[in-house]
């Protein structure tokens, strides 16, 4: 496992103005509203709002999935929002990991095969049997998607995340589909991925309970951010209610 890496004085995230609407005139959306915001590095990091309130479009916007009407983010000294489309392929390439609400595994390949469809285009990446042991299924490599539980599949999206050793780690209700138990198990590899790694990770959820795990806490409503909480003391993840 490699070790965790010192944090860097360079905010992993600033944006300035950020605003995203979709459509135009009386039956435009606007999902984002000149939102301002620093994500230092190396933070663990909860987004908490109802549906619609901006932060998975926040979230799409930080990973190069999409793009600002308005306003500049910057990943470290990198304006996202300049870049050519190839130049945010690469960014996402070199930099970015995505767990989604579903885990996206191929039902045709074992956990290790999956793994290994990012190692194989990733820059430096982590050897697969490493990433599955980070997860806690160096043991289930070569079972398929049907034979494991839901919180099996979504630890092989996270050890496939993370295998590429990327800068930050997005994750978009990473445990929504899970029970309580399987939740608090995925929860607890993200706050390790966080922990021994270093990566910056950015969750969007709506679990309030989750925000006991984080170093930052950020509330959205109506497209934009409500409040900023930092935690000076967290909880561990055997430790939340749910």
Request: glycine fraction near 8%.
């Amino acid at each position: 496992m490699a070790d965790s890496s010192p944090k860097s004085p360079i905010p992993a995230f600033t944006t300035k103005g950020l605003t995203k609407t979709y459509g135009e005139g009386p039956a435009a959306v606007h999902a984002l509203r000149g939102v301002d915001l620093v994500i230092p590095d190396g933070e663990f990091v909860v987004l908490l709002g109802p549906s619609g309130s901006g932060k998975s479009t926040l979230l799409n916007i930080l990973g190069g999935l999409d793009r600002p009407t308005e306003g500049t983010a910057h990943f470290k000294d990198m304006e996202l929002t300049a870049l050519s489309d190839n130049d945010l392929t690469r960014y996402r390439r070199d930099h970015v990991g995505f767990v989604f609400q579903f885990y996206n595994l191929m039902p045709s390949l074992n956990a290790r095969e999956n793994v290994e469809l990012v190692t194989e285009i990733a820059r430096n990446p982590m050897d697969a049997g490493e990433a599955l042991a980070l997860v806690g299924l160096d043991k289930r490599a070569h079972h398929f998607p049907s034979e494991m539980s839901g919180g099996e599949q979504q630890r092989v999206a996270i050890a496939r995340a993370v295998a590429k050793q990327p800068t930050v780690l997005f994750c978009d209700e990473p445990t929504g589909a899970l029970d309580s138990t399987t939740g608090r198990a995925v929860l607890k590899v993200l706050t390790d991925v966080n922990e021994k790694l270093g990566t910056t990770v950015m969750i969007v959820t709506h679990a309030a309970s989750t925000a006991a795990l984080a170093d930052r806490v950020i509330h959205f409503a109506d497209g934009g951010i409500r409040e900023v909480i930092t935690n000076d003391t967290k909880l561990t993840a055997e430790q939340i209610e749910w």
